[in-house]
């Protein structure tokens, strides 16, 4: 069974980066479609960005961090990452990774995916 693990979140301050990795085991990220999700304190969750099977590795990714987010593969380390730059406080909440199935198209819609990780908390703040 596909587990997930995200990694990199922390405290920063605006303008400033991060890069989130959500690392697999227990089954190859290569077949999957991977999405990026956040919660802000006292919101729902919302998609920020997605990218397909490896075989298209096309990306989608949401208006509110669009040319700010890039998402990449490491295929040695069955890791994807979540590069955020330009980070802003509406940035902060914990962003979970999530897994679905083999996709040419992947959606930053959270019935598409049906593996989680349990989150990594970022803040942004002065």
């Known amino acids: 069974q596909l587990q997930l693990v995200e990694s990199g979140g922390g405290m920063v301050q605006p303008g400033g980066s991060l890069r989130l990795a959500c690392t697999a085991s227990?089954?190859?990220?290569?077949?999957?479609?991977i999405g990026w999700f956040r919660q802000a304190p006292g919101k729902e969750r919302e998609g920020v960005s997605c990218i397909s099977t490896t075989d298209y590795s096309s990306t989608t990714t949401a208006d509110s961090v669009k040319g700010r987010f890039t998402m990449s593969r490491d295929y040695a380390k069955n890791t994807v990452y979540l590069q955020m730059n330009t980070l802003n406080p509406e940035d902060t909440g914990v962003y979970y990774c999530?897994?679905?199935?083999?996709?040419?198209?992947?959606?930053?819609?959270?019935?598409?995916?049906?593996?989680w990780g349990q989150g990594t908390q970022v803040t942004v703040s002065s």
């Open positions: 227990g089954g190859t990220l290569t077949t999957s479609s």
């Open positions: 999530a897994a679905g199935g083999f996709t040419q198209y992947c959606s930053i819609v959270e019935t598409s995916y049906n593996a």
